[in-house]
């Protein structure tokens, strides 16, 4: 069965700290998508980034990285030089393939960031 | 308006109300979905519709009630309620349901007395 694990329940870090947010899957499809999802206080998902299970390119987009390992399933998520507004539950998300219904996301339980200044 | 809307923001309901949720998307998506999140818990799909079809329905009570008149708009009829039904409930959309990005609206939050 499909699954996402994001061992880290909460994450204090002071500000301008590195920080790296784990995320572990498990799947047997061959084709798959992977997400990263920011839920700030007010309570919408925000989009991060999507990874296509083909390209294991890290990803590099500001403060934000990804490393993405198929070898030990995971996708990874760091922070660098953390700010307090990246104080947010984040949640990684696997996509799964249902014949005849599409895709569906699997989201992990979700790691909640606080970054005091 | 752009991306994902939901209204209320909040909300609270006595056991024996009938209020409706509504979400509506302004990025030209094909397919919506609500999931209910609650305290604690990932979140969990309730439902999917595709071009206005629902291709999914997670055993989900019938105390809730989907509809999708168009492709912008996707309704959540709720009516006798129980507590542990207290959540946030949101609503996404993507292009389709071939593993697109999901975009989320800032969802309701829902008291149930």
């Known amino acids: 069965a499909q699954k996402v694990t994001q061992a880290q329940t909460e994450i204090s870090v002071v500000e301008k700290e590195d920080v790296t947010l784990d995320c572990v899957y498990e799947?047997?499809?061959?084709?798959?998508?992977l997400f990263w999802y920011k839920q700030p206080p007010s309570g919408e998902l925000v989009f991060l980034i999507r990874?296509?299970?083909?390209?294991?390119q890290n990803e590099i987009s500001g403060r934000y990285s990804w490393n993405f390992q198929k070898s030990t399933s995971s996708f990874n998520f760091t922070i660098t030089a953390s700010q307090v507004v990246d104080s947010a539950v984040y949640f990684c998300a696997l996509s799964e393939w249902i014949y005849n219904q599409g895709g569906k996301l699997i989201f992990g339980q979700g790691t909640e960031l606080s970054v005091k200044p | 308006e752009t991306g994902v809307t939901q209204t209320p923001r909040h909300l609270v309901m006595g056991m024996t109300n009938k209020k409706s949720l509504k979400c509506e998307q302004h990025l030209g998506h094909n397919a919506m979905y609500w999931y209910k999140q609650s305290a604690k818990k990932p979140l969990e799909l309730m439902f999917v519709y595709s071009l206005e079809e629902r291709v999914e329905n997670n055993s989900v009570p019938s105390r809730f009630s989907p509809e999708c008149p168009n492709s912008s708009h996707l309704f959540l009829h709720l009516h006798t309620l129980q507590p542990e039904d207290s959540a946030l409930y949101l609503c996404a959309s993507s292009l389709g349901t071939s593993q697109e990005t999901q975009y989320f609206g800032p969802g309701t939050r829902l008291l149930v007395l």
């Open positions: 799947t047997r499809d061959t084709t798959y998508y």
């Open positions: 990874r296509n299970s083909f390209d294991e």
